[in-house]
């Protein structure tokens, strides 16, 4: 189950890092800002959780996330051409694996450090959305994440409050972990299939 | 008189979580944009000061802050048909008490940690404006406190560095803080009542 | 030696901080939005940097930084309508320095406290360029230094990389300091003369 972990791991980073660098590649950047926008979605959300946590920068401790992101924004820098013509639907459901698997991994360890679900719950979220936020505005959007649209966020929060209401359930690590990365994609699977969205407010 | 900044603290939260949510809804955006928001202003500030100050984050100390923001943007969220329409001068006033508050109390935290009266005023003014800085560049637009402009950042810039001044001068503590806080709130009256601003470079 | 590398890292300031002055002039801010972006490439990124590596922030510690980039204000907000006639050509020539300069003493802090070359190389980019990426995202643009143009990142990358294989390759530090600022300089200085450019993604 843990080489299971890890390989939703480095298939999350790498196509968060895509994501990113496909966004780079549509608003005309050069291969730096490809790189720049291939690493925010997949380090940035939790390189801000482990600076608000006061913990060590988790790609500074192992750099094998950064080697990851720059392989996908080498290949997405010469495979161009080839992505943008495709619908690209195996991204958005390998996108939905490593959303389940960030928001619950990134609760795991606020709860870990804070103690308290709401921080948690918060930065599990941060962990799997708040790179996006960056790389949308760093290309002069309003944050996907933030319009009317497929449930996302949702689903991350979702993911990371479940994880913490189980393990305060008492239910053991391993199985909260699990059950609540299910959860997650379920709800996004159903942003993907269904079209589900969140409300905005009335006018 | 440490009730009144108790309440004080929770109107300035309350209300700059409103200023977030207001711009959410005016940009469209869905429930968890709203929420995104009204947290940039209500605690981004404060969590760029802990962050660069090297303190734990406050509200990971203590959450009550993020349930007073989270139920500003519910709050907004629910009324925001009825928001739209006001004038919301009380608003204006209210955010005026919270930037008083925040400006004097991000500097003093900073003069403690720091002992620099530049980083401390520094600090007191990236407490009051940073996380509405955040706000707008989110919102796609240039930040309102920099714009010219009713006077606002100088009213945070003031109270900061008039409370540094004060504590230099040998003034006790709290005089200083309520002294600060009462020039900041006058400055940034200026501003709204009479419409005072800073001037633009010449071209 | 020592002197000299004082007086680039001065200049390096001072013009950073002018480039984030002029943006805001040209973006019709007021003084405060002046201050505000002539702080961003002048400190912005070596804070990021020291956040991430998890030291104390540089201008905390000793703030004649702050000091150098105010005066780099103020002076601009004087001078704007003077310095928007200029081709500002000595402009570019300093910032290179600074630039040269920036990213391998960046590099050169955290290869020490990380000992990883890849994070000391991302390090050195990020103190050199990660400012002037947050002026132009306030600013409202595409972040110059991710779109096509002269080569600029690529000579902080240049310069970073080659400060740490030269010291892997046993180079003394200082040697490898000069060395790998020339480098960097130079490369940037393609970028200035010829028009040198990086490569975007075949659409």
Same mark, same amino acid.
């Given at each position: 189950?843990?080489?299971?972990?890890?390989? !939703?791991? !480095?298939?999350?980073?790498?196509?968060?890092?895509?994501?990113?660098?496909?966004?780079?590649?549509?608003?005309?950047?050069?291969?730096?800002?490809?790189?720049?926008?291939?690493?925010?979605?997949?380090?940035?959300?939790?390189?801000?959780?482990?600076?608000?946590?006061?913990?060590?920068? !988790?790609?500074?401790?192992?750099?094998?996330?950064?080697?990851?992101?720059?392989?996908?924004?080498?290949?997405?820098?010469?495979?161009?051409?080839?992505?943008?013509?495709?619908?690209?639907?195996?991204? /958005?459901?390998?996108?939905?694996?490593?959303?389940?698997?960030?928001?619950?991994?990134? /609760?795991?360890?606020?709860?870990?450090?804070s103690?308290s679900m709401l921080v948690a719950t918060m930065?599990?979220?941060?962990?799997?959305?708040?790179?996006? @936020?960056?790389?949308?505005?760093?290309?002069?959007?309003?944050?996907?994440?933030?319009?009317?649209?497929?449930?996302?966020?949702?689903?991350?929060?979702?993911?990371?409050?479940?994880?913490c209401?189980?393990?305060?359930?008492?239910?053991?690590?391993? @199985? #909260?972990?699990?059950? /609540?990365?299910?959860? #997650?994609?379920?709800?996004? /699977?159903?942003?993907?299939?269904?079209?589900?969205?969140?409300?905005?407010?009335?006018?």
């Amino acid at each position: 189950m843990d080489n299971l972990l890890t390989i !939703f791991d !480095f298939v999350g980073i790498f196509v968060f890092a895509i994501s990113g660098a496909l966004a780079a590649v549509r608003n005309g950047m050069d291969l730096f800002g490809i790189i720049v926008l291939a690493l925010m979605p997949a380090v940035g959300g939790g390189t801000l959780r482990d600076l608000i946590l006061d913990q060590p920068v !988790f790609w500074v401790e192992g750099t094998q996330t950064i080697w990851i992101a720059l392989s996908a924004a080498f290949l997405t820098f010469l495979g161009a051409r080839y992505l943008e013509g495709q619908r690209l639907v195996w991204l /958005a459901w390998a996108d939905a694996v490593g959303l389940a698997l960030f928001c619950v991994v990134g /609760a795991e360890k606020a709860l870990d450090v804070s103690g308290s679900m709401l921080v948690a719950t918060m930065m599990g979220v941060v962990t799997g959305v708040a790179g996006g @936020i960056v790389r949308d505005v760093i290309c002069n959007e309003i944050p996907f994440v933030m319009k009317k649209g497929e449930i996302y966020a949702t689903a991350a929060f979702f993911g990371a409050g479940a994880f913490c209401l189980l393990i305060y359930w008492g239910v053991p690590g391993p @199985i #909260a972990l699990w059950l /609540a990365m299910l959860g #997650a994609f379920l709800m996004r /699977a159903g942003g993907i299939i269904r079209g589900w969205t969140l409300p905005q407010a009335l006018h």
